[in-house]
Nanobody, 131 residues
Framework: QVQLVESGGGLVQPGGSLRLSCAASGFTLDYYAIGWFRQAPGKEREGVSCISSSGGNTYYADSVKGRFTISRDNAKNTVYLQMNSLKPDDTAVYYC????????????????????????WGQGTTVTVSS
């Protein structure tokens, strides 16, 4: 069974850090780009970051540049999102996803509404930034 499982969310104070993990089972992540998305209450899902299959190319939304870092460990079949200097606006459910087609972070990973074209999603992990 093809599955992505996110973990690492929680409650953190503004300025704090969290590391999210996205573990794959039933398939090998090595060949695919993986993206992180988030959805805040009442808002559309948006692309946060993406990493190519080799890890050589990455994408970050402007709102998280310089604060979030995406990485992958293909030996562990896992992708990570290190989130530093968290702000209340980062509060959302965070999802990882892949189209299981491309090595690179195509527009589905960063264009508005592009997430609709990605086939494989995790269940999400909740990040709450609050004092």
């Amino acid at each position: 069974q093809v599955q992505l499982v996110e973990s690492g969310g929680g409650l953190v104070q503004p300025g704090g850090s969290l590391r999210l993990s996205c573990a794959a089972s039933g398939f090998t992540l090595d060949y695919y780009a993986i993206g992180w998305f988030r959805q805040a209450p009442g808002k559309e899902r948006e692309g946060v970051s993406c990493i190519s299959s080799s890890g050589g190319n990455t994408y970050y939304a402007d709102s998280v540049k310089g604060r979030f870092t995406i990485s992958r460990d293909n030996a562990k079949n896992t992708v990570y999102l290190q989130m530093n200097s968290l702000k209340p606006d980062d509060t959302a459910v965070y999802y990882c996803a892949t189209d299981m087609l491309s090595e690179y972070c195509g527009r589905y990973y960063w264009a508005r509404g592009g997430y609709r074209y990605l086939a494989t999603w995790g269940q999400g992990t909740t990040v709450t930034v609050s004092s």
